[in-house]
């Protein structure tokens, strides 16, 4: 089945640094992936979609300028949380949208998310 | 805008049925997901409704109206590993899935 390799699990980050989050569909092409965050007992909120090759769309109250969304290829998508803050703190999670899905997920496929911890 | 809500917990014992509701209003609805998810872990894909009517898979079964806006989730025999959180998650427009409250399900001996 479709598999997304999401990097890195866990990190660990000063207060005012930056992190990069890679999301990696191994053996499909995804033009579409979506970035999700997820604070503790919470549902997971739509961030941002991006389209591969085009400027991602963030949804409404999430700053473009400190969430980075790069979606170079058909296989790769990036988040980058920039000068972050304890608050920001949160579980993220992408998924990649399959260009040709079949009925096993519907063409959505989750990475395994990664848990940021900013100090 | 949009709403999507679910009971934020329920608790059920070992070898009941489970009934988890999910109401949702939306405009361009294509389809309702459900997804469990463990504490720490991605969700994972349960089932996939998009006309009217019950979908049966196992011990899981879905079920959606699409003029009430309505779905709910069915789980019977419940295990101690059932217990976990129901996302119900709405398709709309060009493919965006957004997701719901969550429900928190317990399962006890």
């Known amino acids: 089945g479709a598999v997304v390799s999401q990097h890195p699990s866990r990190v660990i980050c000063k207060s005012g640094t930056s992190v990069k989050i890679e999301c990696r569909s191994l053996d499909f092409q995804a033009t579409t992936m979506f970035w999700y965050r997820q604070f503790p007992k919470q549902s997971l909120m739509l961030m941002a979609t991006s389209n591969e090759g085009s400027k991602a769309t963030y949804e409404q109250g999430v700053e473009k300028d400190k969430f980075l969304i790069n979606h170079a290829s058909l296989t790769l998508s990036t988040l980058t949380v920039t000068s972050a803050h304890p608050e920001d703190s949160s579980f993220y999670i992408c998924?990649?949208?399959?260009?040709?899905?079949?009925?096993?997920?519907?063409?959505?496929?989750f990475g395994s998310g990664t848990r940021l911890t900013v100090v | 805008g949009q709403n999507i809500d679910q009971p934020t917990e329920m608790t059920a014992t070992e070898g009941a049925i489970v009934q988890i509701n999910c109401t949702y209003q939306t405009s361009g609805f294509n389809g309702l997901f459900w997804y469990q998810q463990h504490a720490g872990e991605a969700p994972t894909f349960l089932s996939y409704?998009?006309?009217?009517g019950l979908e049966e898979k196992g011990r899981f079964s879905s079920f959606l109206s699409r003029s009430k806006g309505y779905s709910y989730l069915l789980l019977k025999e419940l295990q101690m590993k059932d217990s976990a959180s129901y996302l119900c998650a709405v398709s709309r427009g060009y493919q965006k899935v957004t997701f719901g409250t969550g429900t928190k399900l317990q399962v006890i001996p």
């Open positions: 998924s990649a949208r399959d260009v040709l899905p079949d009925n096993s997920n519907y063409g959505y496929t």
């Open positions: 409704n998009v006309l009217d």
